[in-house]
């Protein structure tokens, strides 16, 4: 299994904007779907972005369309998710994942490996 560390996370004002990253270790991500996902308290946990190994394949869930960029840099074995124009509904913890040789459509259970996921808050 690959270890995933997310960094990042924050209190951030609605509007603003925030980066994270996702650092990946114990072996190369070659052949992983990478995807960010979020859970808010009481809700189930949903997928905000997923990208393929190439990065020429990514799906972003409707809260993040238009808003959330998600990139990678194989060569650095990070993952990153940039969000702009942040809403209080974006309050949740967000977790990274890695899917091995799946699919950017894939649900989040189909996802082996998972970061410890990071808080962003988003006040209004």
């Known amino acids: 299994q690959v270890q995933l560390v997310e960094s990042g996370g924050g209190l951030v004002q609605a509007g603003g904007s925030l980066r994270l990253s996702c650092a990946a270790s114990?072996?190369?991500?070659?052949?992983?779907?990478m995807g960010w996902f979020r859970q808010a308290p009481g809700k189930e946990r949903e997928v905000v972005a997923a990208?393929?190994?190439?990065?020429?394949?990514?799906t972003y869930g409707d809260a993040a369309k238009g808003r959330f960029t998600i990139s990678r840099d194989n060569a650095k074995n990070t993952v990153a998710l940039q969000m702009n124009s942040l809403k209080p509904e974006d309050t949740a913890v967000y977790y990274c994942?890695?899917?091995?040789?799946?699919?950017?459509?894939?649900?989040?259970?189909?996802?082996?490996?998972w970061g410890q996921g990071t808080q962003v808050t988003v006040s209004s």
């Open positions: 990208v393929s190994w190439s990065g020429s394949r990514i």
């Open positions: 114990g072996r190369s991500l070659d052949r992983y779907i």
């Open positions: 994942a890695a899917n091995y040789l799946g699919s950017p459509t894939a649900p989040y259970s189909a996802y082996d490996s």
